[in-house]
C-alpha cells in the first residue's frame, strides 16, 4: 500500500485541512484587496491561478484552491475554459457598434475603405454590427463591443468608464487607461522612413544605387524638401513626419486637417520656392498639390503620399501602403477575442 502525503497547501482529497501559513493567509487577502480596489469593474477579467502562483510565490494547486475560495465566498467568477473573472458583469457582447468619423463616408477616403472592409469581414464571420457616422462620443448600447476609428470623444469617455474597445488605426491614451482599450495600428514612423529613402532613391538617380548610401545622405543636406502634414498634434502624421526627418531634413507645411479642401489651400506654401522633392503625409494631401500645380501649370518634383488611398491609384502616386490584410484581420481577430 501506497501511502502519499500532499503538502499541507495542496488542497487534494478530503483529509482534514491543516495549519495554512502566514504567508498565504496574506495571499488571500490580497487578492481580495484587488477585487475590491477601484481598477477593476464588474465582468472584468482576474488573475489566472497560473498567474497567481508565478506572481504570489506560491504552488499552482494554492493559487487554484484559493481563487476556489473567493468564488465560494462571491469574490470572483470562474468560467470553465474562459478564465477568472469579477461577478456582476454582462455576458459576451452581442454585436459590435463601429463608430468612424463622418469623414469615412467619403468615397475614395481611408476612413470609407476601412470602414467598408472592416464590415464585409465582420459579415463574412457572421458578427453582428452597426456603423454609426459621428464626431461625438454617441451613446453605445451596454450589450455592443465598440470599435472606434477617429473619434475621440468617445475614446475617452469609453477609457473614463473602463470600458473594453477597439481602436482603430490608432493608440489608446497612456497610462491604466490602455489595459481596457485595444488598438491595432501600423507603423507610422517606418513608414515615413520609406517615403524618405524612396524620395532619396529618385532624387540621387543612378548613382544612388549599389551602395552609394553614403554619397546620397551627404547630398541630402543639399536637398530641399517640403512636407505637407496633417494636424498639428495628430500623432500619425507626427510619426510619419519623424520617421522621414530621420534620414531626409524638410520644412514642414501643417494641415488643419486631412482633407482635399486644406491641401489646396496650403499647396501654394508647399509649392514656392519650389523644392526638390515632397512629401504629403496622406494620399489627399497628395491629391491637392497635385491639383493646384496643374492648375497653375506648374511642374512637380518627385511627390510621395501615404495610405494607399483609392484615389492614389487614379493619380498613379507613388504611395506608402497600409498593409490592409494583416490590418483587418488582427482587428477581427481582436473582435472575436472580446
Known amino acids: 500500500m501506497i501511502s502519499v502525503n500532499p ?18 493567509i496574506d495571499v488571500k487577502a490580497r487578492l481580495i484587496a484587488r477585487v475590491q480596489t477601484s481598477f477593476h469593474r464588474p465582468g472584468d477579467r482576474f488573475l489566472s491561478a497560473r498567474a497567481v502562483a508565478a506572481k504570489f510565490e506560491v504552488s499552482y ?3 487554484h484552491r484559493l ?50 472592409e472592416l464590415a464585409t469581414c465582420l459579415a463574412r464571420d457572421g458578427v453582428r454590427f452597426r456603423l454609426v457616422h459621428t464626431d461625438r462620443s454617441a451613446s453605445i448600447p451596454e450589450q455592443t463591443f465598440p470599435v472606434v476609428w477617429e473619434v475621440p470623444s468617445a475614446i475617452e469617455m469609453l477609457a473614463a468608464r473602463r470600458r473594453p474597445a477597439l481602436l482603430i488605426n490608432d493608440r489608446p491614451p497612456p497610462g491604466l487607461h490602455s489595459l481596457h482599450i485595444d488598438s491595432v495600428s501600423t507603423d507610422d514612423y517606418s513608414g515615413g522612413v520609406c517615403a524618405a529613402q524612396l524620395l532619396m532613391q529618385k532624387l540621387a538617380g543612378p548613382a544612388g544605387q ?8 551627404s547630398a541630402a543636406r543639399e536637398w530641399k524638401v517640403a512636407i ?25 507645411v501643417p494641415c488643419k486637417s ?81
Open 61 to 63: 494547486q494554492t493559487a
Open 7 to 24: 503538502p499541507a497547501d495542496a488542497g487534494y482529497g478530503d483529509e482534514m485541512p491543516r495549519p495554512r501559513t502566514q504567508h498565504v
Open 210 to 217: 549599389g551602395g552609394m548610401a553614403r554619397r546620397m545622405m
Open 228 to 252: 505637407l502634414s496633417g494636424p498639428v498634434g495628430d500623432s500619425r502624421s507626427n510619426q510619419r513626419i519623424a520617421g522621414f526627418v530621420s534620414l531626409l531634413p524638410a520644412a514642414v
Open 258 to 338: 486631412w482633407y482635399l479642401e486644406e491641401a489646396l489651400e496650403q499647396a501654394p506654401r508647399v509649392l514656392w520656392p519650389m523644392p526638390d522633392a515632397i512629401f504629403c503625409c496622406n494620399d489627399r494631401l497628395a491629391q491637392g498639390v497635385i491639383q493646384y500645380a496643374k492648375q497653375a501649370g506648374l511642374s512637380l518634383p518627385p511627390l510621395v503620399g501615404f495610405d494607399d488611398a483609392p484615389i492614389a491609384e487614379q493619380l498613379d502616386l507613388t504611395t506608402i501602403a497600409i498593409p490592409w490584410g494583416p490590418l483587418l484581420s488582427t482587428a477581427v481577430s481582436l473582435i472575436r477575442r472580446r
Open 67 to 116: 481563487l476556489a475560495e473567493l468564488q465560494a465566498e462571491g469574490f470572483l467568477l470562474r468560467q470553465k475554459a474562459s478564465g477568472t473573472y469579477l461577478p456582476g458583469g454582462t455576458t459576451a457582447p452581442s454585436g459590435v457598434t463601429l463608430l468612424f468619423h463622418p469623414r469615412a463616408r467619403r468615397p475614395g477616403s481611408f476612413g470609407h475603405r476601412l470602414a467598408t
